[in-house]
């Protein structure tokens, strides 16, 4: 009888130890949790001037080397993970992100499904297509009977959508701009940070050329859902955009700061 008494009290006591030590994991904050394993685990997409591989394959870009900088400030090693866009919260629920840093443009379903960073860069949706079409279409409504490109789950497919476009979804904003060289559609709605940087003369895409303009908006890094990291990053923010890193970065990539 004591033996069995030993072992159950010994059991009770393992119980406890383990219920306890599972409830300071679940009290510990996001900054904390992120802290303790050493790294911070980026959503991206492979997009430019944001978020691409150099030469030598490694990520480079305005988000990238922002990223690097606000992980060495944290004491954090980055991890750039490629998602699908359409997919970006339920990644980010699932602890399989930390954060969504990649162009994300701030919306009202960014503002209910993540907490978001203050804005850091201006942006706009623009209509790209061949450059020899592209002064036929001066106006939305010329656009119409076009069959249009975009993102799943981007602003320029919800800009495409609210113009009333026939429009098809893609992986990326990369693939839209594909699809309408290719001649698979005529006309794609991607991020004119993108646009200036891969349509147009010396780039990948010099038969291509940006248009009319959908609408106007900021880029935002999405935490989890009342994480506190989102306040050490609008820390950072400031702190970065004082002593003239953002500015720097801003004018390597040719992008324009939010105020």
Do not use: H
Not at 52 to 69: I, K, L, P, S
Not at 113 to 133: A, G, H, L, W
Not at 171 to 195: F, K, R, W
């Amino acid at each position: 009888m004591k033996i069995k008494k030993i072992i159950s009290s010994v059991l009770t006591a393992s119980l406890l130890l383990s219920l306890g030590g599972c409830g300071a994991a679940e009290n510990a904050s996001d900054a904390e949790y992120i802290s303790e394993k050493g790294s911070l685990i980026i959503g991206i997409t492979e997009y430019a001037p944001m978020d691409y591989r150099d030469e030598n394959g490694n990520w480079t870009g305005f988000d990238a080397e922002f990223a690097e900088a606000f992980c060495e400030k944290m004491n954090l090693e980055p991890e750039f993970i490629v998602i699908d866009w359409d997919n970006k919260f339920l990644e980010l629920n699932s602890k399989s992100i930390d954060c969504i840093w990649n162009g994300m443009t701030i919306t009202n379903e960014v503002l209910n499904n993540t907490s978001c960073s203050d804005p850091y860069i201006i942006n706009e949706q623009v209509v790209v297509m061949k450059s020899d079409r592209i002064n036929n279409y001066k106006d939305i409504e010329s656009l119409k009977s076009l069959k249009f490109s975009a993102e799943s789950g981007s602003a320029g497919e919800a800009a495409a959508k609210d113009a009333g476009f026939d429009v098809i979804g893609v992986t990326a904003q990369s693939d839209a701009l594909m699809e309408v060289s290719s001649g698979s559609t005529d006309a794609c709605v991607i991020d004119a940070t993108m646009a200036t940087s891969m349509t147009g003369k010396d780039t990948s895409y010099d038969d291509l050329s940006k248009g009319l303009v959908l609408t106007s908006e900021e880029y935002g890094v999405g935490f989890r859902k009342d994480s506190d990291m989102v306040l050490k990053f609008n820390e950072c923010l400031k702190e970065f955009k004082k002593d003239g890193t953002l500015t720097k970065l801003a004018e390597k990539y040719e992008l324009t700061l939010a105020e």
